[in-house]
């Protein structure tokens, strides 16, 4: 199957500073999102993103699906923005499953 | 986008007794998907539910340990049968829109 890595797979950033998480994966996929799951272990939809650039506030999201990977940039940390950062996706050309990356896990200190 | 309901959002349980766990959407989905996170994990796919059939069960998953109901296309529901120790996890139930994936707030399941 198609392998997902994200990396770092963990953060520690202080207050204020910018950081960037990358997802690499190795064939074509549809559905590409970002998730943040908040230490309550909600998992809060960022941006669906199949390919290209978004962005919602301090944080933003770029796909470049030929060259197999995305990244999410997080300026201005703050200590909400604290928890775990999921890529997804869907294979292509199969049912609407969606695969999760082993996840970043972020700590935004004071 | 969808809005999800899931409950319980947390529960203790007793080794060998059964925790039902629902999901209510607010429009109509054709397929619901349930998910488990495990302690420090990623979340893999348990099985999908498509309304007026039998849930397609992933690799590892079996429908007599997760029984899944789908009455409808806004409500499922995910049984964990027989529970140990090693069924404590989040559980999480999502929907597909046109946008992407919504998720339920998920269910923490702590098994004693």
């Known amino acids: 199957g198609i392998q997902v890595e994200q990396s770092p797979p963990d953060l520690i950033l202080q207050e204020g500073a910018n950081s960037t998480l990358r997802c690499n994966f190795s064939?074509?996929?549809?559905?590409l999102q970002w998730f943040h799951q908040n230490p309550w272990g909600q998992l809060i939809n960022l941006f669906y993103?199949?390919?290209g650039t978004k962005q919602n506030g301090r944080l933003s999201a770029t796909t470049v699906a030929t060259e197999r990977y995305s990244l999410l940039y997080i300026s201005s940390s703050q200590t909400t923005d604290s928890g775990v950062y999921f890529c997804a996706f869907a294979y292509t050309g199969t049912a609407s499953k969606l695969t999760f990356g082993t996840g970043t896990r972020l700590q935004v200190t004071l | 986008s969808a809005v999800i309901s899931q409950k319980p959002s947390r529960d203790i349980c007793q080794r060998g007794t059964s925790l039902t766990i629902q999901c209510q959407v607010d429009s109509q989905v054709t397929m619901m998907f349930w998910y488990r996170q495990q302690p420090g994990q990623s979340l893999t796919l348990i099985a999908t539910?498509?309304?007026?059939?039998?849930?397609?069960?992933e690799s590892g998953f079996v429908i007599d340990k997760f029984p899944i109901s789908r009455p409808n296309l806004t409500f499922s529901t995910l049984t964990v049968s027989n529970l140990s120790p090693e069924d404590s996890s989040i559980y999480l139930c999502?929907?597909?829109?046109?946008?992407?994936?919504?998720f339920g707030s998920g269910t923490r399941l702590t098994v004693v």
């Open positions: 999502s929907v597909e829109e046109g946008n992407g994936y919504t």
């Open positions: 993103i199949p390919s």
């Open positions: 064939d074509s996929v549809n559905n």
């Open positions: 539910a498509n309304q007026g059939s039998e849930a397609t069960y």
